[in-house]
């Protein structure tokens, strides 16, 4: 395999893996939620959907690279 395509592949599945913790772990110990300074600037409610929204982006980013790995080759 050659090493680029092992690192698009990585990169997806990494990306892939960490949207889907922001959409599968709880709030505690959701690796994507604001830390302290910024989570007091917000609502609660606002704080329970970062997460999900930037885990989302994640998903989608690694399901593109993943799949453009899968099409094209090198990227």
Same mark, same amino acid.
């Given at each position: 395999?050659?090493?680029?395509?092992?690192?698009? *592949?990585?990169? =997806?599945?990494? %990306? +892939?893996?960490?949207?889907?913790?922001?959409?599968?772990? /709880?709030?505690?110990?959701?690796? @994507?939620? *604001?830390?302290? =300074?910024?989570? %007091? +600037?917000?609502?609660?409610?606002?704080?329970?959907?970062? /997460?999900?929204?930037?885990?989302? @982006?994640?998903?989608?980013? =690694?399901?593109?690279? +993943?799949?453009?790995?899968?099409?094209?080759?090198?990227?």
């Amino acid at each position: 395999m050659d090493e680029q395509i092992g690192q698009q *592949l990585g990169a =997806g599945a990494l %990306s +892939l893996v960490v949207g889907l913790s922001g959409w599968l772990l /709880p709030y505690k110990w959701n690796l @994507l939620r *604001l830390r302290r =300074g910024f989570a %007091s +600037l917000f609502s609660e409610k606002v704080n329970n959907a970062i /997460p999900k929204v930037v885990g989302s @982006l994640l998903i989608l980013a =690694g399901v593109a690279i +993943l799949v453009g790995t899968a099409v094209v080759g090198k990227l």
